[in-house]
């Protein structure tokens, strides 16, 4: 394939957005840059290293300011080849950067600050919108299946690493088992397996209904078609099926017509009605629970949090991580510096981790809260990118690619 028509020459800005782009996620990145002040790219690059970065800044001397993610890489290259212009640390990718950070704690003490909640589950309260279901025995079996394979995983990760002849680093491992590096990084992590815990509940169809499925479950209406029939009746849209799976953890009789390969089937503890759902969520879920204004938190999500706040480090990573969102959303400058010194002497090995990483990187981090300018406006153009490749059904060449991204600009 061919471009057609040359692409326009590239610009020279004075306000430079740079960010990285897919080519295949997970495989090959390319770069794109954005004129901040005109709203349009500039050029792409066939790749995000810095080797590429520093000689397309070292043709356009005039570059004041740039505004990037925390790319090592990017940093790298503006320190070399454009060591006049200010550098501008997204604000967004500096929140996500601390959910990782709380990710990896949350990781690190899942299976203590699961015991924890386990034995405070009497004090959370019962959770009106999940309902348990049964699982087919081929769906227990495929579960323990996946476990097995995700613990032999977890156990070789840890022994790679341990392994004082071989000592491979978090890439490495990844390349040599076959997972990504994230996996392995959360591996390493955590003190115990990391166990799968159950996703919260989710707003569902049939929950402004419940009330009256439970008055008329207990008058002793068993049948479900019935039930839906009533609901639909009210307003319900949903399926039947909803129906039936609300109320088969209910019933504590089988049915007549039920086969008999299905009448031995003993109950399990999860079809246990009104059961507390006394797991711990996900760490990546427990980690924007910290970071999120306790107003908004509804009833479950805060007793979950005051449950876990029993840890004092969930405490002092809380505080940490408030103080932390409300410092970027007001680009609160003054609040910095106490910030880092709080973070750096918490005690608590991730938030220590990611204080440093901020106090290394502490102009760009100042320059974004003092500076209106970001990567917002790059994520815009890469989105408009995909769109591009997809009408191109992926195939296009980066030349090809490249001209048609500048000719719409």
Known sequence: MHSGAPARPTLSPRVLGVDDWAFRKGQSYGTILVDLERRRPVDLLPDRTADTLVRWLGERPGVEVIARDRSSEYTRAIQEAAPHAREVADRWHLLHNLRQ???????????????????EAATLPPSSEWTPQRRSRAEEAASAAGRQRRLTCYDEVRRLRADEGQRLNILQIARRLGISRVTVRKYLSADTFPEHSGHPPVPRLLQPYEAHL??????????????????????YRGSAKQVHRWASPRRETVAKNTPHIHRDRPATAEATPGKQRSCLPVPRRLAWLLMRDPEELTGTETATLACIQRDPDVTVAHELALRFVTMIQRQDVKSLDSWIAACTGSGISWLITFGEGIAKDYDAVRAALELPWSSAQAEGQINRLKLLKRQMYGRASFPLLRSRVLQAA
């Open 101 to 119: 950070a709380l990710e990896r704690f949350f990781t690190s003490h899942h299976a203590r600050l699961k015991l924890l909640v386990g034995h």
């Open 214 to 235: 439970e008055r008329r479950w207990k008058e002793g209406c068993r049948n479900a078609l019935e039930l839906w029939r009533e609901i639909r009746a009210q307003g």
